[in-house]
């Protein structure tokens, strides 16, 4: 399991590096550690030498393992169906890809009765990828005024993902656009732009360089998935 030490000294070395080149604090930037397709042992060793945030996009396949992972916060970064709502709000911390209203419906329902306010980002599909899921920017603000309506739901941040693409830096602009939309100031009151979502192994440095706050790294962390799922 040195490997994932290793492989995350290298990810904190190649963050910092690229914070620098924005004049950015590197500890200001959370690296959540996406353990889909990663059993139990090698997660806990990436929280042994560090992690303190793991995402996964399967809500069947966390449930699985959550109880043998070690303290950590879970961030829960896929396609979110109603009926898996309940589970995700009672063990993860921040839910990254609000996209549609009917699930946060949902998500209101749900965390009213259980008392609570949950936070989460907006996925926005920034490039107008048929095959992804998110708002587009041009709806950006109609969500948010529509969601800051819902009281148990706080909006504190954005998310993309942006295209898979062998040179990240053909995909820079998509970063800086939604760098953009984070920093725009024109949005209703109750939305608190904390987190900016973006960046995966393949792409994290530019995603900083532009102002990524939170970066979701899997194959970089624990290395090549067995299935292709991305
Ligand atoms: C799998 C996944 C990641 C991490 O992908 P890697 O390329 O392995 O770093 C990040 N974000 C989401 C939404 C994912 O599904």
Redesign the pocket.
Known sequence: MEDIADNITQVRRKIATAAARRGEEPGNITVVG?S?NVPVKRMNAAIRAGITDI?E?RVQEALKKYFDVEPVSWHF??HLQRNKVKDVLTRFDLI?SLDRISLAKEIQKRAARLEMVVPCLVQVNVAGEESKFGISPAELKVFLQQIVSFPNIKVCGLMT?APYCTDAEKVRPIFRRLREMFEDEDYPAGVSMQFLSMG???DFEVAVEEGANMV?????IFGR?ADSD?
Request: hydrophobic content about 35%; cysteine-free.
């Open positions: 996406v889909k995402g996009n970064i896929g990254h993902i995966m192994s393949g979701r790294i899997g194959t970089a998935r991305k």
